[in-house]
């Protein structure tokens, strides 16, 4: 196997896969705090049904903010360049993440609590909606010929990443801390060690720069003046089919990580640590599965890969509310594995089939404004209309939004059919 693209490139790749691991640890600490203690402490005490709907929707908030960065970053990001943009969302992510650290609770503060709480969830969607076009930019427009999605799966390795040390952080604290200490002060550390991820990712970032693909465009031509303008009047069909098709990917994640955590520990009573120990096991799967697709989508084509993930991800809908359910950890790891391993099929290509869609001069805006509205659909949404079938059928019901997903997901691809290579 041949290694040199990776040396030759390696400063590249590492601020891309650091850059984005460090964007969704503060995402992931945000959504395993909701799922654990945010309802009780930032919201009036009426039912924990209730606490939990809330701490959710402020969790959705962030998806609805996220298109609104994408907009504000793509048009800088396709007017002065990737680099700076990048540090730009970098830096109000991880702002708005260690803030949340000093928030008063409902108990001191009243409706002010849940307010600055939805005000700095808003800051993190917003500084996210620059990260993830931005990152797959630099690795894809970096890339040798025949290595576009092997190069774009290194951001998308980055939510894994991320997730295993926010997990795990919480894992460790799970594990030294009583729940009562946990609830008052422990959820807060997780907060405050982001300050530490974002100066490394600040430091890598810094390091690099621009893509060569940016610099030949604006030495060809001026900018574009609005590129969101050039972006609905000459390419909303490819907005349309890419916003689509990343629904599947966000349901399939967002389900099996923040919505498992919170049903499973609650409704279903299973224990904190023991699920938290499970979903790290489980994330290894959709690791394996972004480097899979990866490579396959080098060999044959990113919207075959896709394809096929879109059909997987039907499958598992009707197969993760039972195994959620079932009361076997056994059953419960291999259901979140193969979830995870299907999600990582449908999003390990995508940084390559996404950005391609577009022309260099838009294509900040583009793959940014397309893969964080799909997010409204699959991210916002699942967690809350998981909760609301739950209450209507029961656990093994939940994963028909699944199953919906990847329909949507397929449509999208057959929008925009491409067979050759990425």
């Known amino acids: 196997m041949d290694l040199a693209p990776y040396r030759t490139h390696r400063r590249i790749l590492t601020a891309s896969l650091v850059g984005t691991a460090v964007e969704f640890y503060d995402f992931y600490i945000y959504g395993t705090a909701a799922a654990l203690v945010f309802g009780p402490l930032f919201f009036p005490t009426e039912s924990a049904s209730a606490q939990l709907l809330y701490s959710f929707m402020t969790f959705g908030l962030a998806f609805f903010a996220r298109p609104v960065g994408a907009i504000v970053f793509g048009h800088y990001g396709d007017r002065i360049g990737r680099k700076s943009t990048l540090v730009a969302s970098l830096m109000l992510m991880g702002g708005s993440t260690l803030l949340i650290a000093f928030l008063p609770t409902y108990a001191m503060v ?5 307010l600055l709480l939805c005000l700095l969830r808003f800051g993190q ?43 795990g952080l919480f894992l460790l604290l799970g594990l030294g801390l009583g729940d009562a200490d946990f609830a008052s002060w422990g959820w807060r550390v997780p907060f405050l060690f982001s300050a530490l991820l974002v100066g490394l990712g600040l430091w890598v970032r810094l390091k690099i720069g621009e893509t060569p693909a940016f610099a030949e465009a604006i030495e060809r031509d001026a900018p574009v003046a609005v590129p969101l303008g050039e972006l609905f009047r000459h390419h909303l069909l490819p907005t349309l089919a890419g916003t689509f098709a990343v629904v599947a990917c966000f ?36 690791a394996a599965g972004i480097v899979f697709a990866g490579y396959r989508s080098d060999v044959s084509s990113a919207q075959r890969v896709l394809s096929r993930g879109c059909g997987a991800t039907i499958l598992i809908g009707f197969l993760f509310g039972p195994s959620l ?28 089939w996404l950005t391609e869609l577009f022309p260099v001069r838009v294509r900040y805006t583009g793959a940014s404004v397309a ?23 029961g656990t093994p019901v939940v994963g028909l939004y699944l199953a919906l997903a990847g329909v949507v997901s397929w449509l999208g691809l057959l929008m925009v059919r491409r067979s050759k290579p990425a």
């Open 110 to 114: 009243g409706w002010v609590a849940p």
């Open 125 to 167: 969607g917003f500084g996210l909606g620059g990260e993830w076009g931005g990152a797959a930019l630099l690795a894809v427009e970096n890339a040798p010929p025949g290595w576009r999605s092997r190069f774009g799966m290194f951001p998308q390795l980055g939510a894994p990443v991320g997730f295993i040390a926010a997990n």
């Open 251 to 286: 349901a399939i994640f967002y389900l099996a990580t923040s919505f498992a955590l919170a049903h499973g520990t609650s409704k279903l009573g299973y224990p904190k640590e023991q699920f938290l120990l499970i979903q790290l096991g489980a994330i290894l799967f959709m």
């Open 325 to 352: 359910a079932s009361g076997s950890w056994l059953v419960i790891f291999l259901g979140l594995a193969a979830a995870l391993f299907v999600m990582g099929l449908v999003y390990g290509p995508l940084g390559s």
């Open 371 to 393: 893969f964080n509205a799909g997010g409204i659909l699959g991210g916002a949404m699942a967690p809350i209309v998981a909760q609301a079938l739950a209450e209507w059928r």
